[in-house]
């Protein structure tokens, strides 16, 4: 069974400039979150998804925007880069999401912004 | 709001011997409590969840931790480290009413195993 994957590993982008990050879930599984890390603050959630809805929102400005296609692939946008969001952007899914299901991870885009 | 506390930010400790990484999380109702491990650069790997029942819970690679609900600890063990388990490792909690689609996660303790 294939795992979470998350496209494109690497990315540098320079400030001011819009990325999109892409995550294909695990196959059947419907909730797709996502999180930032970065050293100073750690892993923080950014939003789920489930059904081509977004179910949660983390505490993130709205430069930071995401959706979810009816294949349960998610993509994730972050618009007018700065050089604070440069950070390991990872991406989980889960058959429902919340409650106890557990969420499987993918290996995460290192987004560098210049 | 639910959160989740590691008491210490780096563990070292010589290979073979027994190592505890501890945890604390707060929150007004039930939760479920997970525990990540991180190799470098790789994604997250699921250790082990709590979500009811025993307190003890046992996951892949020798881990165990015991769920304290009077204490509000899910403190994660293994009797014997090996130079591999050198990563850093996450508490999570999520459950909370409004954050039910979501992970809380500890800060990290990197865990340093050495011959």
């Known amino acids: 069974k294939a795992g979470v994957t998350q496209t494109p590993r690497y990315l540098i982008k320079t400030r001011g400039q819009q990325v999109t990050l892409s995550c294909s879930p695990i196959?059947?599984?419907?909730?797709v979150s996502w999180y930032q890390q970065t050293p100073g603050q750690g892993l923080q959630f950014l939003f789920e998804?489930?059904?081509?809805?977004?179910?949660n929102k983390g505490n993130f400005p709205g430069r930071f925007s995401g959706r979810q296609f009816s294949n349960s692939r998610s993509e994730m946008n972050v618009s007018t880069l700065e050089l604070g969001d440069s950070a390991l952007y990872l991406c989980a899914s889960s058959p429902r999401g919340g409650m106890g299901y557990g969420y499987t991870f993918g290996s995460g885009t290192r987004l560098t912004v210049v | 709001a639910q959160s989740v506390t590691q008491l210490d930010s780096q563990v070292p400790v010589f290979e073979e011997a027994p190592v505890e990484l501890r945890c604390n999380y707060s929150?007004?109702?039930?939760?479920?409590l997970f525990w990540y491990v991180q190799y470098p650069n790789q994604g997250l790997q699921l250790l082990l969840k709590?979500?009811?029942?025993?307190?003890l819970v046992k996951g892949i690679n020798g881990f165990e931790a015991e769920f304290n609900k009077s204490q509000t600890s899910f403190h994660l063990r293994k009797p014997s480290v090996h130079i591999s388990d050198t990563a850093e490792y996450f508490c999570a909690v999520s459950g909370e009413e409004g954050s039910n689609y979501k992970l809380t996660f500890g800060k990290g303790t990197l865990l340093t195993v050495n011959p």
């Open positions: 998804y489930f059904s081509e809805t977004q179910r």
């Open positions: 929150s007004s109702v039930s939760v479920y």
């Open positions: 709590y979500l009811s029942g025993s307190t």
């Open positions: 196959s059947g599984h419907r909730s």
